[in-house]
């Protein structure tokens, strides 16, 4: 089964879009996020932080095609991520992966 995310306002994601000047004083509360729905994510531009909704899953390097689901890597086990290839490099560089 795929990973999931939950969105929920605390006092310290009110406090964080505060100090970064985001515009916003809550984030929205999201349930059961799937891999192919928009999460809210905060990321670094023009000098600043911005917030807008994008899609989450892991777009292995070697890929030549735009982000698709032709190589969608959500939904691969976790007892084998230290040893796939397809996430040598966000291993190495500690990107998005958590579990």
């Known amino acids: 089964?795929?990973?999931?995310?939950?969105?929920?306002?605390?006092?310290?994601?009110?406090?964080?879009?505060?100090?970064?000047?985001?515009?916003?004083?809550?984030?929205?509360?999201?349930?059961?996020?799937?891999?192919?729905?928009?999460?809210?994510?905060?990321?670094?531009?023009?000098?600043?932080?911005?917030?807008?909704?994008?899609?989450?899953?892991l777009h292995p390097d070697w890929s030549v095609e735009p982000p698709n689901q032709k190589f969608a890597m959500f939904n691969d086990p976790i007892d084998t991520v230290l040893t796939s290839r397809a996430y040598k490099g966000p291993i190495q560089y500690r990107l998005g992966i958590s579990r």
């Open 1 to 57: 089964m795929c990973g999931r995310i939950f969105v929920d306002q605390t006092p310290g994601a009110a406090d964080m879009l505060r100090v970064l000047d985001l515009g916003h004083d809550q984030l929205p509360t999201h349930n059961n996020l799937a891999p192919t729905e928009p999460v809210p994510v905060i990321f670094a531009h023009e000098g600043g932080y911005d917030l807008a909704p994008m899609r989450w899953w």
